[in-house]
């Protein structure tokens, strides 16, 4: 099973998980780093360490979720790509890691590659602008199966 591994600033990697544990109603194995203000770089380094060797003490793929690509915790966690080992997602949402947690259960012969690709495609599949939505139901002009998350005009 590929292990999840969140690596965000301050307590977000464990608000999200606690969330997605709420929501599916179970415990999930899953590591969390959190980069603070004032911890010197090689703390950083030191924190995603521990969190790589405790998740893949199993010999499993690591998915490393971030939560800003080009921040500090995208940056400290990009070294450690590995192919087929290591790989890192940016801009970690809680459809991303929902969808992290329950694939490689649900279809545990993914790639690491295809997990993390599901888990992008489906983070922004996610992401929907309220008033277009709104603006489709309303008008009966509004082509059917078009653009979902399309502005108007």
Do not use: W
Not at 8 to 37: M, P, W
Not at 78 to 91: I, N, T
Not at 96 to 125: F, G, H, Q, W
Request: overall charge neutral.
């Amino acid at each position: 099973m590929i292990e999840v591994v969140l690596v965000c600033h301050e307590d977000l990697a464990e608000y999200f998980l606690k969330v997605a544990e709420f929501l599916l109603k179970s415990g999930e194995n899953c590591q969390t780093v959190a980069i603070r203000e004032g911890e010197r770089p090689d703390q950083h380094k030191l924190l995603v360490e521990k969190a790589l060797k405790d998740a893949g003490s199993a010999g499993n793929p690591i998915l490393i979720l971030t939560d800003l690509f080009g921040g500090t915790a995208c940056n400290v966690s990009l070294p450690y790509l590995e192919k087929d080992r290591v790989e890192v997602l940016s801009g970690v949402n809680l459809a991303m890691l929902i969808r992290a947690l329950t694939m490689r259960v649900r279809k545990p012969n993914l790639s690491l590659v295809e997990l993390a690709t599901e888990c992008a495609r489906y983070a922004i599949d996610g992401i929907r602008v309220g008033s277009s939505m709104l603006s489709l139901f309303s008008d009966p002009k509004a082509k059917k199966g078009g653009k979902k998350n399309a502005p108007n005009g």
